[in-house]
C-alpha cells in the first residue's frame, strides 16, 4: 500500500513552462521533505516542511505542506533543463524522534525540453 | 557530499549466490538506512540502525539481513539473491535527531541474473 502518492508519474514540458506536482495521503505526517534525483545518483535533499500551510521558496521552487499535514505540492516557474530529474516526496509520520521511518512517493519524473 | 560511499557501485551475481552490500560514512552518525529503488515502487526501507549492532527490519527487509559493527559500517547482505531482488540499492544517515532529514549514498546497481 502506497501511503504517499505522487502526481503526475511523468511530465514532459518545454522550458520556460511552469509545472506543479502534487503529494497526497491519507495519512498526517510531522513533516515531508522533496527530493530531487539524477541518473545514477542518489536523492538529494532540496527542503523540510513541517508546519501545516507551510510555504517554502528556493529560486524558482515553491513548497507548500497542506494545513492538515497530508499533502504537498512543488511549483516550478518558468522551468530549465536543468530542473530534468525525478523528484521525490517522503513522509515521516512519528513525531518521535528514534527510528525516524521515511514513506517515500513513487516520484515524478519531470523532462524539460528546450 | 554527504560523505557516504557505497561499494560496489555496480555487482551482477547469479541466483543463489550471497552478496554483501557496503555502506561507510565518515561522519559518525548514529542512524543507516537501507532502500531499495524500483520501477513503480519509489523508495523502500529495507533496514535501518540506529546504532552500533541495533537494527530493526523495515517494509521489505524479506530475504536481507543487516549488520553494524561499526558507527561508520552498514552492510546489507543478501544470503541467497534472487532475481527479484534485482534492483538500486540506497544507503542513508540522518545527521540529527531534530529532523527527519535523510542523506544519500550514490547507490549499488544489483543484477541478479
Known amino acids: 500500500t502506497q501511503l504517499l502518492e505522487q502526481s503526475p508519474q511523468f511530465l514532459s514540458i518545454q522550458e520556460g513552462e511552469n509545472l506543479t506536482v502534487y503529494c497526497n495521503s491519507s495519512?498526517?505526517?510531522?513533516?515531508l521533505q522533496w527530493y530531487r534525483q539524477e541518473p545514477g545518483e542518489g536523492p538529494v535533499l532540496l527542503v523540510t516542511v513541517v508546519t501545516g500551510g507551510e510555504v517554502k521558496k528556493l529560486k524558482r521552487l515553491t513548497f507548500q505542506f497542506g494545513d492538515a499535514r497530508k499533502d504537498s505540492s512543488l511549483h516550478i516557474t518558468a522551468a530549465q533543463t536543468g530542473d530534468t530529474g525525478l523528484y521525490l516526496c517522503a513522509g515521516a509520520r512519528s513525531k518521535e524522534t528514534s527510528g525516524s521511518r521515511l514513506t517515500f512517493g513513487e516520484g515524478t519524473q519531470l523532462t524539460v525540453n528546450p | 557530499d554527504a560523505g557516504i560511499t557505497q561499494s560496489p557501485r555496480h555487482k551482477v551475481t547469479e541466483t543463489g549466490t550471497p552478496v554483501t552490500l557496503r555502506c561507510h560514512q565518515t561522519e559518525n552518525h548514529r542512524y543507516m538506512y537501507w532502500y531499495r529503488q524500483d520501477p513503480g515502487h519509489g523508495l523502500r526501507l529495507i533496514h535501518y540502525?540506529?546504532?552500533?549492532?541495533?537494527?530493526d527490519k523495515g517494509e521489505v527487509s524479506d530475504g536481507y539481513s543487516v549488520s553494524r559493527s561499526k558507527t561508520e559500517d552498514f552492510l546489507l547482505t543478501l544470503e541467497s539473491a534472487t532475481s527479484s531482488q534485482t534492483s538500486v540499492y540506497f544507503c542513508?544517515?540522518?545527521?540529527?535527531?531534530?529532523?527527519?532529514?535523510?542523506?544519500f549514498g550514490p547507490g549499488t546497481r544489483l543484477t541478479v541474473t
Open positions: 540502525s540506529y546504532g552500533v549492532k541495533d537494527t
Open positions: 542513508a544517515i540522518r545527521r540529527t535527531l531534530l529532523s527527519h532529514e535523510q542523506y
Open positions: 495519512s498526517v505526517f510531522s513533516s
